[in-house]
């Protein structure tokens, strides 16, 4: 049986008719280049045509696939207006800005800028949605939240549209490696540890954004690093808990651990003289740029007003 056409089939094949390269539209698109071309593979196996001519470089379109990309712009317009209503009828939904936030900001960075926000901006209806990275970048794209905030590094970017999205930073987050102290208050573990007796290292899942970033201080260090990966998730809290109970080493964002530093229940694991294993990312807030026919809720874009009139020493930053 024929699988149902799905609406990301649509928004994959308008953004692979805009982009003309199957690469570039599965970078923006979030999903690796085979899953991309499979999901055009399914779109065409549903249309019963071929939709796309692979003869040709750059990608073009066959004449069915300039009729269903001309179909597709008014059909997902549509779609979002139709959306766009149906939130609106809600009266709390009115009032209520929405954020897509990744877990580790959502425990740490989210709820110190709402505290220091609402100094400036006053009482506000909020609605988190915790996520990983991949899955809250695709959850503004698809237009299920009005902001979206996540890490940003330079050698890291979000693969948003620049056309389609802007951004404000809101501040700066450090990542570095903590372990527990012993009972001297000294680190049970110190880098860079030995060829030979390589140090417990708790890491990130594969994909994991700040497993990326920890990656690059890793290959950028200018000595040799010796670590054994003997744990590894996706969430900095759970890194964090184990890095407590003593089982090794774990790069996590300051913000998630200054408690624990002060109380000294975690250290940093880099001794005196040992440079180069922290990275400082910026924190940012994302939104799609507003269209005549799709304009920001209300009150999302009060929020983004005020954000944009603040300078960037007057942001509120935790």
Same mark, same amino acid.
Request: proline letters at 6%; one cysteine or more; aromatic letters at 8%.
């Given at each position: 049986?024929? /699988?149902?056409m ?5 928004e ?15 970078q923006l /698109?979030?999903v ?28 073009r ?13 008014e059909?997902?317009?549509?779609l ?6 149906l939130?609106?009828h ?20 989210f709820?110190?800028?709402m505290?220091?926000?609402r100094?400036?901006f ?11 990275v991949?899955?809250a ?6 237009g299920?939240?009005?902001l ?7 050698s890291?970017?979000l693969? $948003?549209d620049?056309?389609?999205?802007e ?5 700066q987050?450090t990542?570095?490696?903590?372990? /527990?102290?012993d ?7 110190r880098?860079p ?16 954004? $700040?497993?990326?970033v920890?990656?690059?201080?890793l ?9 054994? /990966? ?12 184990m ?7 774990a790069f ?15 250290v940093?694991?880099?001794p ?19 269209m ?7 009150a ?5 007003s005020? $954000? ?11």
């Amino acid at each position: 049986m024929m /699988r149902a056409m799905e609406t990301k089939w649509l928004e994959d094949f308008v953004s692979l008719a805009e982009t003309r390269s199957f690469s570039r539209s599965a970078q923006l /698109r979030h999903v690796t280049q085979p899953a991309f071309s499979r999901r055009i593979q399914a779109l065409e196996a549903w249309a019963g045509t071929d939709l796309v001519d692979r003869s040709s470089y750059p990608t073009r379109l066959t004449p069915a696939g300039q009729t269903l990309y001309t179909q597709s712009l008014e059909m997902l317009q549509a779609l979002q207006s139709t959306r766009a209503m149906l939130r609106g009828h809600s009266s709390l939904a009115q009032g209520v800005v929405e954020f897509a936030v990744p877990h580790t900001l959502a425990f740490t960075f989210f709820p110190v800028w709402m505290s220091t926000l609402r100094q400036k901006f006053g009482p506000m209806k909020s609605r988190l949605i915790a996520m990983n990275v991949h899955d809250a970048v695709l959850r503004l794209i698809e237009g299920g939240c009005d902001l979206l905030m996540a890490y940003h590094h330079p050698s890291q970017p979000l693969q $948003l549209d620049a056309g389609r999205y802007e951004s404000i930073t809101l501040g700066q987050e450090t990542l570095a490696p903590f372990v /527990r102290a012993d009972a001297d208050g000294a680190p049970m573990y110190r880098l860079p540890g030995r060829a030979g007796q390589p140090l417990p290292y708790l890491g990130y899942a594969p994909g994991a954004y $700040l497993g990326r970033v920890t990656d690059m201080i890793l290959k950028q260090s200018g000595t040799a690093i010796h670590l054994d /990966r003997i744990y590894e998730t996706d969430m900095s809290e759970g890194l964090k808990v184990m890095a407590m109970e003593g089982h090794g080493i774990a790069f996590l964002p300051l913000s998630a651990v200054r408690r624990e530093l002060r109380a000294r229940k975690l250290v940093s694991a880099v001794p005196a003289g040992l440079e180069g294993l922290e990275m400082v990312m910026d924190v940012r807030l994302y939104r799609q740029k507003p269209m005549d026919k799709d304009a920001p809720r209300r009150a999302a874009q009060t929020l983004w007003s005020h $954000l944009q009139e603040l300078t960037a020493g007057d942001l509120p930053r935790p």
